[in-house]
């Protein structure tokens, strides 16, 4: 009894609350509404009011996170607008052409104060703040430059590259290796989720690490991940994000154990340069292993939605199995080792010699990597010369409103047609600038995602000998269907499914004694 009437309690202080909230707001309507109108400088982009007045906004990004941006997109359709919350501005970005100006001037429009509010996230105190926010004068060093250069060159395209590439899907291999006569089922999603982090773990940190050491560590990273953007409001965030509060929690004991028995002597080149670029600059073993889960977090939430979806769409229209197979066939070669059929994909020649394979994996992006870019205003600023933004405001980029805008994509924009970027000739001059500039789902200018090659090759050659030497149904044996993906939380990249797939996976007829394996 006692637990209801405190449960009545609370309804009733929320209630009243909300109350006050609402007479408050509706006394104030009239004025806050002539202060914003007062309050915008001549020159910048026009203010789209929330139907609340005073805290529309912030209830509206607070409860449909991304998906707010496509309900104002509806509303609004010029090519940028101010959304103010209290005496915040936050510009919102539609047009690919200003987009690409935004990316361009990236001295006044800037990445690095977003990534110093990152360190919220992985609870950096002010030390570690202090060391990722230093802002150098023109000549002078910092950890954030030299950590770029790090990430840049570990991740450049290249031999060096396409041997990690091969370490990760050879380690993949052995999951499709595993499935033997008749067929095998598997919740596709979560099969996919933890064979990449397991694959990228051995890859990135060494044979002992602690995700191979402890596979439990995969929820607790995808946990994370999807609170991320909670955590970096850093708002009491053991309740407002508590799974994501206890994962990070989870995982930061073992990959300190990792680096305090200096076990990254044997991790690849990128966790290498990482860990020296830190200690250069006065991180310690602590703050490395806090970073730590966002990078095994990237490795896998910027392939396994993207391989996911590429694999249902694909399957879901049998139309293109073949002209796929008939692609990857051409990249195939098939060799006798140790007494047993090797089938063997040459990862090296995927972008070059399989373009509906690789318009495939465009198509997908498009649809499902649908975050959003962020930046900070540094100083006052005219935006490719049109529109004045303020210093201190922030600049958002929505991905997912542009690479679904009916007008730059056609209006068949929210459908899964790989043939687009395979007909792009044949549009005019605009249109096709239209499409190059409003598909990003890397970012752009000099913070495109680094990884960004690493995870095509992973995602695309995976997906090739998939489709190459395997039938994927239903477990009801009836044909793959897409999956509504599930509501897409700030920080988020790229869309999930809301309920994962019971498939059947099984060899096709030829393939079946055959060992998979790539190759460069």
Excluded at 85 to 95: L, V
Excluded at 316 to 344: A, F, Q, Y
Aim: charged letters at 20%.
């Amino acid at each position: 009894m006692s637990s209801a009437t405190d449960n009545l309690n609370i309804l009733a202080k929320a209630i009243y609350g909300v109350l006050i909230a609402s007479v408050l707001g509706l006394v104030s309507f009239g004025v806050i509404r002539l202060s914003c109108v007062e309050d915008v400088e001549p020159g910048e982009p026009p203010v789209v009011y929330s139907r609340i007045p005073f805290i529309g906004h912030m209830i509206g990004l607070l409860s449909q996170h991304n998906n707010y941006f496509t309900y104002i997109s509806e509303r609004y359709k010029g090519p940028i607008y101010t959304v103010k919350i209290f005496s915040s501005r936050i510009y919102i970005i539609q047009s690919p052409d200003l987009a690409q100006a935004a990316f361009r001037q990236s001295k006044e429009i800037d990445f690095n104060a977003i990534k110093a509010w990152g360190c919220r996230a992985i609870d950096y105190d002010q030390h570690g703040i202090d060391i990722v926010a230093f802002r150098p004068e023109k000549g002078e060093g910092a950890y954030m430059i030299d950590l770029h250069n790090e990430m840049h060159s570990s991740l450049a395209q290249g031999p060096s590259l396409l041997e990690t590439n091969a370490r990760v899907l050879n380690y993949l291999a052995k999951s499709l290796n595993a499935v033997h006569a008749g067929s095998k089922r598997h919740q596709l999603f979560r099969w996919l989720r933890d064979e990449y982090t397991i694959a990228s773990a051995g890859t990135l940190y060494g044979l002992s690490n602690p995700v191979s050491d402890n596979p439990s560590l995969i929820q607790s990273i995808w946990d994370f991940e999807r609170d991320l953007g909670l955590l970096v409001l850093n708002f009491h965030p053991r309740f407002t994000a508590p799974k994501g509060y206890d994962g990070r929690n989870v995982v930061l004991p073992a990959f300190l154990k990792y680096y305090e028995e200096g076990l990254d002597k044997n991790a690849n080149g990128l966790v290498q340069g990482r860990a020296r670029a830190a200690r250069q600059w006065g991180l310690t073993n602590e703050e490395i292993a806090k970073a730590e889960i966002t990078i095994i977090m990237a490795a896998g939430t910027n392939t396994v939605p993207s391989v996911f979806y590429m694999i249902c769409y694909i399957f879901s229209k049998p139309d293109l199995i073949n002209p796929l197979r008939e692609e990857v066939g051409k990249l195939m070669t098939r060799k006798t080792r140790d007494g047993g059929e090797v089938e063997s994909l040459n990862i090296s020649q995927l972008q070059s010699d399989c373009p509906l394979l690789t318009a495939c994996f465009h198509e997908t992006l498009r649809l499902n990597k649908t975050g959003a870019s962020v930046r900070t205003i540094l100083e006052d600023v005219k935006l490719d010369n049109q529109y004045f933004l303020k210093k201190g405001a922030f600049l958002q980029i929505p991905t997912g409103v542009m690479q679904a805008d009916l007008k730059t994509w056609g209006p068949d924009a929210k459908e899964f047609n790989p043939r687009r970027f395979l007909n792009q000739d044949s549009l005019s001059k605009e249109a096709k600038k239209a499409q190059a500039q409003a598909y990003i789902p890397w970012g752009g200018g000099k913070n495109l995602c680094p990884g960004r090659h690493l995870a095509f090759t992973e995602i695309v050659a995976f997906v090739a000998v998939l489709v190459y030497g395997f039938e994927l149904s239903m477990s009801d044996g009836s044909v793959m269907r897409v999956p509504k993906g599930e509501f897409q939380k700030l920080g988020v990249a790229s869309i999930s499914p809301e309920k994962d797939l019971d498939v059947l996976i099984q060899r096709r007829k030829g393939f079946e004694d055959a060992i998979w394996a790539f190759d460069v």
